[in-house]
């Protein structure tokens, strides 16, 4: 792997440094040739600091550490991803990111749908939320239906409408979702057991 740490002529390369689960980006750190040896060796993440003019271990004062599983260089040789397993914040303001945001695991739209059924579970109005006068139904209920759609998707994989198919599969997966939290539990959880299958 080649990094050109000397294409800005200042002997530095940025590094984006990203959660190795979560995805999620923490930070932005620079690192000369010498700070990315050092994260090689050390397994930690280790940057040239530009206001100290010295190398720097994220986590040498405060102990949260970012710990190396991976990198990548980039297709002009001259930025890195650094994947780490983070030990605590990773912003010095104590933030997970240093955007502030939360780093938590995140399915694309599949997150997204599971906060709007957390939002309509509790709804008032029954009548125009279907998600709502489901769970008001009780779990019995909430369980049936994940029953009818899996039968459904069955059926619709023995035909050749590939559109039904889908359709079928959408609603099973939205039918779960909602058991999911009914039982207290959200995608997180089920991931979790796979992984651990997996290792």
């Known amino acids: 792997m080649r990094i050109d740490f000397n294409k800005n002529n200042d002997g530095l390369v940025p590094a984006i440094i990203q959660d ?3 995805k999620t980006v923490l930070m932005l750190g620079y ?7 050092k994260t090689q060796s050390l397994k ?22 970012l710990n190396l599983v991976d990198y990548k ?13 983070p030990e605590g914040p990773t912003c010095h303001k104590g933030t997970d990111t240093c955007w502030a945001e939360d780093n938590l ?11 709007v ?11 125009n939320s279907y998600v709502s006068s489901l769970f008001d139904k009780g779990i019995n209920k909430i369980a049936q239906k994940v029953g009818e ?13 590939e559109d039904l198919f889908l359709n079928e599969s959408a609603d099973l997966l939205f039918h779960y979702l909602i058991l999911l939290r009914a039982k207290g539990y ?3 959880n089920v991931v979790d057991v796979l992984n651990k299958r997996h290792q």
């Open 73 to 85: 260089v980039d297709c002009d040789h001259d930025t890195l991803l650094i994947q780490v397993n």
């Open 105 to 115: 695991p995140h399915y694309g739209f599949l997150t997204t749908l599971e906060r």
């Open 44 to 65: 930690k993440v280790t940057f040239f600091s530009r206001s100290k003019q010295r190398l720097w271990t994220k986590g040498e004062e405060s102990g949260n550490y």
């Open 149 to 161: 759609e899996a039968v459904e998707v069955v059926i619709e994989a023995k035909d050749e409408n």
């Open 20 to 22: 190795a689960t979560t």
């Open 117 to 127: 059924i957390d939002e309509r579970k509790n709804l008032a109005d029954k009548d």
């Open 31 to 37: 690192m000369n040739e010498e700070a990315f040896t």
């Open 186 to 188: 959200n995608l997180d």
